[in-house]
């Protein structure tokens, strides 16, 4: 097996988010469940925007922010992911590829245009995500390709691929290439609805060890196991994963392997201004400390060190270096 | 006289910011003048947009800026500028609506597209921008509406309006419009560089009191009257203006009028985080407590609070209510 080329290559649908403030009395008058994310066609996406308060236009999609983490690290990292050929397109590329992340696929030259997400951050910090797919959708199998997927140490996918009709498709070609070279495979389950959406497919890749390492919040694992009880559901994955990290907020997380479970505190931060993009940096943490084999511990402390970057500011990709973050915390 | 429609209306142009981290070394390299507004062609704009970092687009200009911070603190407030009906311009139409400020100009069909602001913040807060005016150079006197600037009891013009080939002709016609219905006319120097372009016509609208209230950092007064003497600038300020406040960061402001100068200290704050806005917020805070027929010094404490709320963040406009916040300085 030949020294990867990247630390960690992401797939993902490459969305740019449109980040405003708003009370609980928006999210209850427009239907929304608080903290998830919701698909929209482009109807109500006009509706929303429409009703929405002034916002912020920022690169995101979950996977492509834990890539351009990964990037903040010092990780060599690349994405794959669909954008059209228009305005957002061109914002959503030039700001990954500024972050020093490859990215190579082609933007679609027609077609629905580049996929948005209308994130509503209410006064304690969560967000709730209102995404249209847009381009997101015509990401296909051909738009992988197998010796990318073999240069990098890591291939990390999101849950969100099951909701474009073909991606799945793609995830799957991704992940049998990965292998393939001997490649590691990480999924997170992106969310408690598409979880629910997708619940025996997303158990079928853990238990057939198609992914080799699983990021879960607690929502999300007891949306997979269809349980509100913790433990049970900790018990069961460990029956499931090779490796599994479930995030609980404040209270940090749990690396659940075959060797055992271990919880490791969150990074106390003053003032929590927006939650989006936690996960996502969370993730980033973890997989460049694997990357660097790093042990569980030190990749969870990185892991937690990034969600405390990225919650104290507007927006879900890091304002600080993360490297320099780290580096002062002796982590690095 | 009857009973103005609008407390504040501003002209000036209409620009979407894209601000990103940069270092000292980035601004040296590109041969910036930190602090300064240049403006750039389309060639220029390409190679900085290429060469810095990833960023953050949120719709700006600093005249559209106080309108909206005008807004946040209650005001009833209207805007006047030109974008292209691009994807650019249609978020920044959406973003000054959704902050409630009244905005009928119609966007430009063809021509250059909508103008945006490459704003580079320095790890010290300070923001360098780097403007491509596109669409908002075809501001015409007849995008003016006499009826309109009737209607607002104050009009506030951005001294940037002097770059725009014709939209020094749409000034000259608003502040004839004011004058005729017996309103007020404000005018801010906008930048230290932008007054060196235009210092004999800047004095010009002053002495022939075109302009009733005028807003200048320090630089920008300095420049207006070529001296690095601060009180001898004061005092020619005195002789010049009606009113006059002169901004001095973090060491507060002075007001001055033929009755007397006085010095109103800046609001502390925790830490700065990005300066961009913070002129513009205080003359928000300003012209709203004048609207409101504010006493000078009440004034002068909404402008500082404003200026403090948007330096703490990311955007040069105003992330919490404004009104909230000056109720609970017990201000209003």
Redesign the interface.
Known sequence: MSEPRYDVLGIGNAIVDVI??ADEDFLVAHGMNKGGMALIDEDRAEAI??A????????GGSAANTI?GCASFGARAAFVGKVKN???GN?FA???R??KVAFETPAAKDGPSTARSYILVTPDGERTMNTYLGAAQNLYADDIDPRLIADAAITYLEGYLWDPSHAKEAFKKAAKAAHDAKRMVALTLSDAFCVDRYRDEFIQLVRSKTVDLLFANEAELHSLYQTSDFDGAIAALQKDCRLAVVTRSEKGCVVVSPNGIEAIPAFPVARVVDTTGAGDLFAAGFLFGLARNKDHHVCARLAALAAAEVIQ???A?P?SSLQALAAQHGLI
Do not use: K, T
């Open positions: 405003a403030r925007y429409r929405m308060g002034s916002g912020v236009e920022i690169s351009v228009d305005e957002l914002i030039r700001d990954i500024a972050a500011h507007i927006g990709r304002e």
